[in-house]
T-cell receptor
Framework: QQQVKQSPQSLIVQKGGIPIINCAYENTAFDYFPWYQQFPGKGPALLIA?????SEKKEGRFTISFNKSAKQFSLHIMDSQPGDSATYFC??????????????FGDGTTLTVKP | DVKVTQSSRYLVKRTGEKVFLECVQDMDHENMFWYRQDPGLGLRLIYFSYDVKMKEKGDIPEGYSVSREKKERFSLILESASTNQTSMYLC??????????????FGPGTRLLVL
């Protein structure tokens, strides 16, 4: 049972474009929704995260939009650059339990930003 | 900065060999995780540990075991390697403090090829 569904699997945009990656979750107990960025040959690293008490969070060129009723969240990258080319993973987890660090990940989106 | 290191970046093993993958974190994190990453399948949790000598199965534990004798070190063991265990293996750790335990810090990964 896949609890976090991510789309699209791959995405190609021109420099300056606004790629959007979407995720949908099923478990309403999730209360933390991070996005991780992974460059080739590296492990994933936290990019930005949101909790369900807000509908949007922005950090630099990266924005998460969160729709609690639809159980969906998305990552927008403004003014995308070739250096943003990477694989992006959404994830979801629950905070207040012994398994709090146990995240469920989406399948990943490979983003290519062309110069 | 949190640092998670993995003993090898690349490994080539023969079918039937016993394989040890080592992971060390330097931030006194309680929780540690082993994932495998395959194209199109995202990150799948193999095992995790929330304390020394404590472990729990993840989503795909078959064919693997783990050991956590010290807080900073979490080992993944392939008892008898098979070709379908060829993959990228990622170790991660998180804090146990409420509100901080959801962010996963990843190592650089070990790419394992089983011939």
């Amino acid at each position: 049972q896949q609890q976090v569904k991510q789309s699209p699997q791959s995405l190609i945009v021109q420099k300056g474009g606004i790629p959007i990656i979407n995720c949908a979750y099923e478990n309403t107990a999730f209360d933390y929704f991070p996005w991780y960025q992974q460059f080739p040959g590296k492990g994933p690293a936290l990019l930005i995260a949101i909790r369900p008490d807000v509908s949007e969070k922005k950090e630099g060129r990266f924005t998460i939009s969160f729709n609690k009723s639809a159980k969906q969240f998305s990552l927008h990258i403004m003014d995308s650059q070739p250096g943003d080319s990477a694989t992006y993973f959404c994830a979801a987890s629950r905070g207040a339990t012994r398994n709090a660090g146990k995240s469920t990940f989406g399948d990943g989106t490979t983003l290519t930003v062309k110069p | 900065d949190v640092k998670v290191t993995q003993s090898s970046r690349y490994l080539v093993k023969r079918t039937g060999e016993k394989v040890f993958l080592e992971c060390v974190q330097d931030m006194d994190h309680e929780n540690m995780f082993w994932y495998r990453q395959d194209p199109g399948l995202g990150l799948r949790l193999i095992y995790f540990s929330y304390d020394v000598k404590m472990k729990e199965k993840g989503d795909i534990p078959e064919g693997y075991s783990v050991s956590r004798e010290k807080k900073e070190r979490f080992s993944l063991i392939l008892e008898s390697a098979s070709t379908n265990q060829t993959s990228m293996y990622l170790c991660a750790s998180t804090e146990a403090l409420a509100g901080n335990q959801e962010t996963q810090y990843f190592g650089p990964g070990t790419r394992l090829l089983v011939l």
